[in-house]
Each structure stands twice: as structure tokens, then as C-alpha cells.
């Protein structure tokens, strides 16, 4: 498809600011852009969370919204949707991922317990440690090598995971998990085969798996395009069978839920979906609505089935395509293969004169901001660069910066204008500075760091 398959009914202007300005205003944000109001931001390539545009069918949901506190009707249509996606019995809604992940980890994760999955994301790994529990990553070593095509580098490496599950007792290993797309990792997909035999090991050694499933529709997508056998499949069937191998799921439905906030726990597990519930009413909410308001509920119903719709899965995949090509042109160092929601800056080529402990993605990420306001995320030694309890400084294996894309929001001409501000910082690159931070939390210290130029 060469253009878009919708039209637009609502525009929101965007600010257009100078040099000058941007320059004071990551300076007064103490060089974290999450630190940076959005009206001094011309492009928001932060994250793809939340962030989307929803539909007409969306918007009119919300309007039949059934407010009531308990056994709301619009619980029930998103129960029906979720239910005929996934395949689980149980379904629990949260207001985002994160609290599904605190809920489930509150239940089976504490001290001793180690939780391993092919990459979890920052704030599952943030609430496994919180809990005293250890979290384990096991990606495919073809993930490391960020400028080699392979079509699922998202995979789980089977070999360290079985090793892993053969070296530690059953009582110590509460979840297996699986993160689709592997956001950490790329925005990789992670292959059906590989989702089986993940769930053949976990069941082997009697543990439940749990799949991370935020980005399950493009993952679904990927595999039709890319696995043997699926090809004629529609991505409805292909989502249900990644379903099908897993006790439960937990998803931020800020993705591929199309919907600007929302979770949901669902599994299969009824001791598990029991105390899941009686958490959620002590601090989310009645399990009909888990913290979010029914009409939320009702988008969500909508938005989970959009996602599935192939031509706009096709849109979708091949938007975030044409920005990874327009940088490729440029011969600008990104991940490869393209994934599904974002383009990933390879830092280490891109600015290989700073070392990773003097942060080159951020370094980048605040460049492209000061030259185009356009804002980028940094994944790399800041996000990563610290362990659970604080104390030690850690060299995770990529230093990337993500330039994640709204679902529905941009057009290819804004993209086409994020690729010739990226383009300039790189003919640039030689004089990105590294940087130091000033001042740091124990978790998730990237969301409120300060840093400065060395
Ligand atoms: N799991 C994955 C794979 C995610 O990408 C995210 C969020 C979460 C869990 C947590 O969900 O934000 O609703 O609490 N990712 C966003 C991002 C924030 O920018 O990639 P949440």
C-alpha cells in the first residue's frame, strides 16, 4: 500500500521553535529530554506508548461508556475482545502495563526468586527487582550483531535458557517470560517457533510462561511475512496461536491496543488470577475496571481489533520502514533489520569516539533534539547502566536511541523531516560530546537524571 488507509477528521498544530530556544530549553531540562515539556517539541518520537491516534469507531465508544463502578457492560465487551484474541480465561484490567507487571511480580516474584525472559523491558525488569527477585535476559546472540539481517533476532537463545532452567530449582524459577515484539532488543520480532519451544521448555520444567505481549499485533504481522506456513494465514489465527502456547499474558495496551492508556493481566492460572484480583482492588481498583474509566474500556475493545487489521498492519510496518531506509540512504548506522515500531541509532558506530560510560546515546538524542526538536529516547548505559539495588554500574551490550513512532499520528513527510535532521547530526557526528550525570535515582534512573557535557 502506498498511502495511508485512513483520512484525517482532526489536526492538532504542532510547534515549530529555533535553535536558540531548544538549545535553552534542554539546558533548563538538565539534558534529559524526558525532563522537556512537549510544546517546545516539534517531532515526539519518544515512545509509541500512548501516544497514538485513535479512530473515529474509537472515538464514538467512548461516548457509550458505561460508568458504573462495578460489572460495567463496556468491561464486558473488552473482556469478549481480549478473550477471542488471546484465547485466556481470566482477564484483569490495569491502567498500563507497568501495574499488570506489579501486580503479577507483588504475587510470584521476592527475594531468591530469578525470572528469566529473552529481554525484559525497563520497567518489568524495575518491578521483578523491586520485589527482591532477580531478572534474567537470554537473547539470541544474533541480536548483538546490530548490522546482520535475520528475520527474528527478537528470539529467545533456547540453549542459555534451558541451561538456565536445568541449573536452578522449580521453587526459585516462579514465570518464564517472553517479550513480543522484543522492544529492548530492536523492536524485533520473535519467530512462532520460537514462542513453542520457549513454552515446550517452560512446561519441561514445569514452570508457566508469560508473554510481555504490548507489540503482539505487529509480532503477528512479522511472522506472517516471514515464517514458513503463515503466510496465508490471517494475523487474527497467527496472534491466538502465539496465545495458545502461554499460561497468561501481560500487556501495556498503549500499543498495540491503540488506545491512549490501559493493561490487562489474562491468563489462564486461576490461583494466579485470584490474588491478582484481590491486589488490584487494594490499589488499581474493582476488577471491572482496574484504575481506568469504562470508556477506556470500550476504545480498548475497539482499538485491539483495529490493530489486527491487515492493511493498516501493512501501513504500519511499512511507515516505521521508510524512515530506517531515508537513514540508511544517509548511511546513518541503525539496527537491522528494520522493526516493527521504531528505528534504533547503532551509537557505538555512530559516535565510536565516546565511550559508553560518557553516554553517546544521549549525546546523540540531546544533538537531534538542539538541531530539529525533535525527541528521541536513549536506550543504552543511562537506561540500562545500573543494577536493582543501585550500587554498580553496568555496560549493557548496545548503546542505541530509539526513534519510536506514534501508531496514526505522522506522515511520511514528517518522517521524511526527522531523517534530514538525524542525516545532519550524523555528517556532524565528530562533535557530539560525551556526558556525565549529576544527579541519579536507584530505579529507573534515565526518567529524572541530570546530566551535563564533559
Ligand atoms: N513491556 C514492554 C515491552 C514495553 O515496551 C512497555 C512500555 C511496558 C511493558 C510497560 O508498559 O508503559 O504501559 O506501563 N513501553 C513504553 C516504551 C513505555 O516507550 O517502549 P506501560
Not at 124 to 152: K, L, V
Not at 287 to 296: F, I, K
Not at 392 to 418: G, S
Request: hydrophobic residues 40%; charged residues 25%.
Amino acid at each position: 500500500m502506498e498511502f495511508e488507509p485512513f483520512k484525517i477528521k482532526v489536526v492538532e498544530p504542532i510547534p515549530i521553535t529555533t535553535k536558540e530556544y531548544r538549545l535553552k530549553k534542554l539546558e533548563e531540562a538538565h539534558y534529559n529530554l524526558f525532563l522537556l515539556r512537549s510544546d517546545d517539541i516539534t517531532i515526539d518520537l519518544l515512545t509509541d506508548s500512548g501516544t497514538g491516534a485513535m479512530s473515529s469507531k474509537q472515538w464514538s465508544a467512548l461516548f457509550d461508556g458505561d460508568e458504573a463502578y462495578a460489572g460495567s457492560r463496556s468491561y464486558f465487551k473488552f473482556e469478549e475482545v481480549v478473550q477471542k484474541i488471546t484465547g485466556f480465561k481470566h482477564v484483569i484490567p490495569t491502567h498500563q502495563g507497568r501495574a499488570a507487571e506489579r501486580i503479577v511480580f507483588s504475587i510470584l516474584g521476592g527475594k531468591g526468586k530469578l525470572i528469566p525472559s529473552n529481554t525484559h523491558f525497563d520497567t518489568t525488569r524495575a518491578n521483578i527487582e523491586f520485589t527482591g527477585a532477580q531478572a534474567f535476559d537470554f537473547p539470541s546472540p544474533i541480536s548483538f550483531r546490530t548490522d546482520e539481517i535475520a528475520d527474528f533476532k527478537g528470539n529467545m537463545d533456547l540453549e542459555r535458557l534451558e541451561d538456565f532452567l536445568r541449573s536452578h530449582s522449580r521453587e526459585e524459577i516462579p514465570l518464564v517470560m517472553m517479550t513480543v515484539t522484543n522492544n529492548s532488543g530492536g523492536g524485533q520480532p520473535v519467530s512462532m517457533e520460537n514462542i513453542r519451544r520457549t513454552s515446550e521448555l517452560a512446561k519441561k520444567y514445569g514452570i508457566p510462561f508469560f508473554i510481555d505481549c504490548c507489540r503482539f499485533a505487529e509480532n503477528a504481522y512479522f511472522i506472517k511475512m516471514r515464517e514458513p506456513g503463515y503466510a496465508d494465514k490471517n494475523v487474527m489465527e497467527i496472534a491466538h496461536e502465539m496465545f495458545s502456547y502461554a499460561d497468561g499474558c501481560l500487556m501495556s495496551a498503549k500499543k498495540d491496543g491503540l488506545s491512549n492508556t490501559g493493561g490487562f493481566i489474562a491468563t489462564n492460572l486461576d490461583e494466579l488470577a485470584r490474588r491478582a484480583r484481590d491486589l488490584l482492588i487494594i490499589t488499581e481498583g474493582f476488577v471491572t475496571y482496574g484504575g481506568l474509566a469504562r470508556r477506556d474500556l470500550e476504545t480498548l475493545a475497539v482499538g485491539l481489533l483495529e490493530a489486527l487489521d491487515e492493511k493498516y498492519l501493512e501501513y504500519r510496518i511499512n511507515q516505521v520502514r521508510f524512515l530506517g531506509n531515508k537513514l540508511v540512504e544517509k548511511d546513518v548506522p541503525i539496527l537491522l533489520p528494520i522493526g516493527g515500531h521504531a528505528i534504533y541509532l547503532d551509537a557505538k558506530r555512530f559516535a565510536p569516539h565516546i565511550p559508553p560510560e560518557q553516554f553517546p546515546g544521549q549525546s546523540i538524542a540531546c544533538e537531534i533534539y538542539i538541531q530539529g526538536g525533535v525527541r528521541t529516547v536513549e536506550i543504552g548505559s543511562l537506561m540500562f547502566g545500573k543494577d536493582g539495588d543501585g550500587q554498580r554500574e553496568l555496560r549493557p551490550p548496545f548503546e542505541l536511541v530509539r526513534l519510536a513512532i506514534p501508531r496514526r499520528v505522522y506522515t511520511n513527510n514528517h518522517l521524511q523531516y526527522v531523517a534530514d535532521v538525524v542525516g545532519e547530526v550524523y555528517r556532524n557526528r565528530d562533535k557530539l560530546r560525551g556526558m556525565k550525570i549529576t544527579y541519579q535515582t536507584q530505579f529507573l534512573r534515565h526518567f529524572t537524571a541530570h546530566l551535563e557535557y564533559i
